[in-house]
């Protein structure tokens, strides 16, 4: 049974950082691709950030784009999402997710590539 575990969210001040977690069980962790993806309330969840299954190619959001940094640990088996700069709009719960692939190259970006969803963790910014 694949687990997500997500952590590292909690309150920040505008223009502060934090480092997301997501640490995988039940599976060989290479076996997934991966993305963050957040939701704030009253909204769709969006799509931020994903990265392949070696980490060797990753794809963001534009409006993300030289603020967050997704990378991953095989080793350790858990996805991080550096968030820099963060803003008051970046407020919402953040959810990691995994796609089981065979594909070395392939990264996905929507809510429905993903079967497996962590449980969120949630990060204010205060202004």
């Known amino acids: 049974q694949v687990q997500l575990v997500a952590s590292g969210g909690g309150l920040v001040q505008d223009g502060g950082s934090l480092r997301l977690s997501c640490a995988a069980s039940g599976r060989t962790f290479s076996d997934f691709a991966m993305g963050w993806f957040r939701q704030a309330p009253g909204t769709e969840r969006k799509f931020l950030a994903a990265?392949?299954?070696?980490?060797?190619?990753?794809h963001y959001a534009d409006f993300v784009k030289g603020r967050f940094t997704i990378s991953r640990d095989n080793a350790k088996n858990t996805v991080y999402l550096q968030m820099n700069s963060l803003e008051p709009e970046d407020t919402a719960v953040y959810y990691c997710?995994?796609?089981?692939?065979?594909?070395?190259?392939?990264?996905?970006?929507?809510?429905?590539?993903?079967?497996?969803w962590g449980q969120g963790t949630q990060v204010t910014v205060s202004s």
């Open positions: 990265i392949t299954r070696s980490g060797g190619n990753t």
């Open positions: 997710a995994a796609r089981i692939t065979t594909s070395s190259t392939y990264y996905y970006i929507g809510t429905g590539d993903y079967p497996y």
